[in-house]
């Protein structure tokens, strides 16, 4: 037996010989090469898949090394999709493999580009992402295995328009957000202070100058509070001095501009909150941090969290740090820790955060960056984060976070493992040859549980939901330039015959037009930055037909210049017509219950309310074969039985039969 028959011997015996004579010629788009796409892209080539185009934007990081086989530590910084393609291509020499650095949400992968497609098998970690290559997949018609894990949890959730559900008929939870005033004035959790320093404390050092004291000015002429507007304009100066000081190209002012930025945040920012008694009537009161203190190692803390750091005064809740602790010396477990795992002293944390200040203030003089924002693989923005983070937990009496925790945090990363990675991927492939088949009642939404006794679970798919805006719109392609088209042309060319229903004209969330406001129409599509890979969405007013989807895309090569700058679809899309919510019955009256208490007698002359003995109630007898007084359920059993409930002797009818 040859290699290349050996090598499809067991596939096309597990496949068959129709399934596995079709998947050289099945075209495979892969999005995303990380945890799952490394393990799916090996899998795909070893049954057998012939064209596969393998699409990511992100390049490799040391930290992926653990669990995507595919890359080396040589491969670091360089295109995740590139070297994926590269180390798999040897596993199979007769698939063909077309890797893309790009982003998938760009203009040129649009609904014709998709359709080239036989199927898409999604390994994204953003949801962003994910939202869109739903959309596209149901625009396009194209089948869509979607996928993702957690840990030791994962889900495979195949997707076909008008057979299941798709990836937004059922709302995702939206991500954890956290009260303005707890991140600015009152932590209490690490998070609290990394958010801090990811979103408010980074943006204002390193980015876009928000001219506040301009907007204070606006307000002190509205007649705004003149002695708070003072007070938020010394505020802001002061953060300005600290950004110009960071901006400069004068040795002697950068050279200090990271202490003046932690005097600013860490000691004069809480003395401020600390003239607000109120605040901390109820809550433990933050320490005002000091530079020069800290470094010398003679700063006094309140006593540490869980790394036990100093001795605990208890009459003042204050600790006095040693030298040794604040110094460089460390504890032995910590050495022979790794530097991501090692939890910083105070001191090491200002050295970070004067160390991590200075690199990103470099970057700003450079010229070569305007702006800096947060990046987990960026090891500047990393260590400014967690040295902020940690300087500002310890003024609040938090838990420091090491570097690690700080950036699985920050970057909101869930660990990832390799075996769940490995079994997801397996599932895919699973799912995918069974939309491969048609097989369409032996498809699947498959959960990895942490569960020993049944580690999977598999779920029979729903149907789509009627409610959906995405499966559930008419989706149409037009091709055009959007330089000489007019929205109004595109409008009154889809509606047709139905140009005089009300309709209002959508592109994502903006409105571009209404009944009562039409003034985009004779506007080109270019003007309204509606190109290429957008859609427009054309709603009906009355809300009695579906919604209409209109993606773009460019004209043929071959389009005649004088032929009008847009292709329609033929035949036009019709909407469907949406079904009628059921009305709601009215519910029956409750029948109003008669009361079987006796009343109170009362004396309506003198308002006295006679309360006479409870009479005792009168015992059964034991020597009656039925009980006397027996229950409505009781006599019901008795009548199914064939059997007459009587209260004595005497009442025997003239048609009853005693039975001894």
């Known amino acids: 037996m040859s290699t290349a028959k050996a090598r499809s011997a067991h596939a096309r015996a597990i496949l068959g010989e129709e399934l596995h004579k079709q998947l050289p010629n099945t075209k495979v788009l892969l999005v995303g090469a990380g945890g799952i796409g490394c393990e799916l892209l090996k899998n795909i080539v070893l049954v057998g898949f012939g064209k596969i185009t393998l699409l990511d934007l992100d390049t490799i990081d040391l930290s992926n090394l653990n669990r995507q086989f595919l890359f080396r530590k ?16 040897p596993f199979n020499p007769n698939v063909s493999l077309n890797p893309i650095h790009g982003n998938i949400k760009e203009s040129q992968y649009d609904i014709p580009w998709f359709q080239q497609f036989d199927i898409v098998l999604n390994a994204l970690d953003n949801l962003d992402a994910r939202r869109h290559v739903n959309k596209m997949c149901m625009a396009a018609q194209v089948p869509l295995v979607e996928s993702g894990t957690a840990g030791y949890l994962g889900q495979v959730q195949p997707l076909l328009k008008d057979h299941t559900e798709c990836f937004d008929c059922i709302p995702k939870p939206t991500p954890k957000t956290y009260p303005v005033c707890t991140i600015r004035s009152t932590p209490s959790q690490p998070i609290h202070c990394i958010v801090w320093s990811k979103s408010y404390l980074l943006g204002q050092l390193f980015g876009e100058d928000e001219d506040a004291i301009g907007e204070l000015d606006a307000a002190e002429q509205h007649g705004e509070n003149a002695q708070e507007i003072a007070t938020l304009r010394k505020e802001a100066q002061a953060f300005n001095n600290v950004r110009a000081a960071l901006r400069s190209t004068s040795s002697v002012i950068y050279q200090n501009a990271a202490k003046l930025a932690f005097e600013k945040v860490f000691n004069a920012d809480i003395k401020n909150l600390l003239a607000m008694a109120d605040m901390w009537k109820a809550r433990a009161t933050p320490v005002p941090l000091d530079f020069d203190a800290i470094l010398d190692g003679t700063f006094s803390l309140r006593g540490e969290g869980k790394d036990g750091i100093g001795a605990t005064n208890q009459e003042n809740h204050s600790v006095t740090v040693a030298a040794g602790v604040n110094g460089n010396t460390s504890t032995s477990s910590n050495s022979a820790g790794l530097r991501d795992q090692r939890t910083l002293s105070l001191k090491d944390n200002v050295e970070l955060f004067v160390d991590s200040v200075n690199r990103l203030a470099a970057r700003l003089r450079s010229g070569t960056e305007t702006t800096i924002s947060f990046d987990k693989d960026d090891d500047d923005t990393l ?20 570097r690690w925790e700080v950036k699985e945090m920050a970057g909101n990363i869930i660990p990832a493992i390799a075996t769940t990675n490995a079994i997801v991927s397996g599932l895919i492939v699973l799912q995918a040859l069974h939309l491969l088949r048609r097989n369409y009642s032996a498809l699947r939404n498959v959960h990895l549980q942490y569960k020993p006794s049944v580690p999977l679970s598999t779920i029979t798919l729903s149907k789509p939901n009627p409610g959906c805006g995405v499966c559930r719109d008419t989706y149409a392609l037009v091709l055009c330039d959007p330089s000489r088209t007019l929205l109004g042309d595109i409008v009154k060319g889809i509606l047709g015959a139905n140009s005089d229903r009300e309709v209002s004209v959508y592109e994502d969330k903006r409105v571009l037009s209404d009944p009562d406001w039409d003034d985009n129409l004779e506007r080109t599509l270019e003007s309204l930055n509606v190109t290429r890979g957008k859609f427009l969405s054309i709603v009906d007013e009355e ?18 210049i004088d032929a009008p700058p847009y292709i329609l679809p033929s035949p036009l899309p019709q909407p469907t017509r949406k079904p009628k919510l059921p009305v709601a019955e009215a519910t029956p009256a409750t029948p109003e219950r008669t009361s079987r208490k006796r009343s109170l007698p009362i004396d309506m002359d003198s308002d006295i309310i006679d309360l006479a003995p409870t009479p005792k109630r009168l015992k059964p007898d034991m020597n009656c074969a039925v009980k006397c007084e027996g229950s409505p359920s009781k006599r019901r059993r008795l009548d199914e039985k064939g059997l007459l409930l009587v209260n004595g002797p005497g009442e025997l009818a003239d048609d009853v039969i005693v039975i001894d």
Do not use: W
């Open 383 to 402: 260590d400014f984060v967690t040295a902020a983070s940690n300087l500002r937990s310890a003024a609040y009496g938090i838990n420091r976070q090491t």
């Open 543 to 560: 809300g009695e037909l579906g919604t209409i989807t209109i993606g773009l895309s460019v004209l043929p090569p071959n389009h005649a």
């Open 74 to 89: 040589k491969d670091v910084k360089q295109s995740k999709a590139l070297i994926a393609a590269q180390t798999a291509a």
